[in-house]
């Protein structure tokens, strides 16, 4: 399977969407978290009047889920990347030093909920996450009921 990779760049993962799905249960979904840079106007290093279109550091994550009745993947956009990465990350970390053992509301809030409709029915998630998502224990996500 050919997938964009940037600009002018692809490569071939040797297999495609279609045969994960094949894979999974009716009740079983794949949901790949991936960070995204940005394409922005960057100030030019070179001349310091100029700006040039390129990868800022500020960032989106995308969610692509798969599951067995799917035409096509689909795909939850999280706008607020810096913040998950930023304040979010910050006050998840001081949280779980002093509380460990209790679930959390934002992360439900800001990295779960986004999710919940698109996965309605499905019982077992393979999860794959990037950036800010990786760092955070699924555990640590208090869910409203």
């Known amino acids: 399977m050919n997938q964009k990779a940037g600009i002018g760049t692809s ?29 922005g106007a960057l100030k030019d290093k070179f001349r310091k009047s100029d700006a040039v279109l390129g990868l800022s550091e500020n960032r989106f994550y995308a969610a692509i889920i798969i599951k067995k009745e799917s035409k096509n993947p689909e795909i939850v956009f999280y706008e607020k990347g810096d913040f998950i ?9 001081k949280y779980v030093d002093f509380y460990p053992h209790i679930p ?29 998502f990786n760092k955070i224990s699924l555990y640590s996500i208090k869910y409203p009921n």
């Open 11 to 39: 490569f071939d993962l040797g297999f495609s969407w279609k045969e994960i799905q094949d894979k999974l249960s009716p009740d079983e979904a794949v949901v790949e978290i991936a960070s995204i840079k940005k394409i």
């Open 85 to 93: 990465e930023g304040p979010l990350m910050k006050n998840y970390q």
């Open 104 to 132: 959390s509301d934002d992360l439900y809030e800001y990295l779960w909920k986004p999710l919940e409709e698109k996965l309605s029915g499905i019982k077992k998630i393979y999860l794959s996450a990037d950036g800010a």
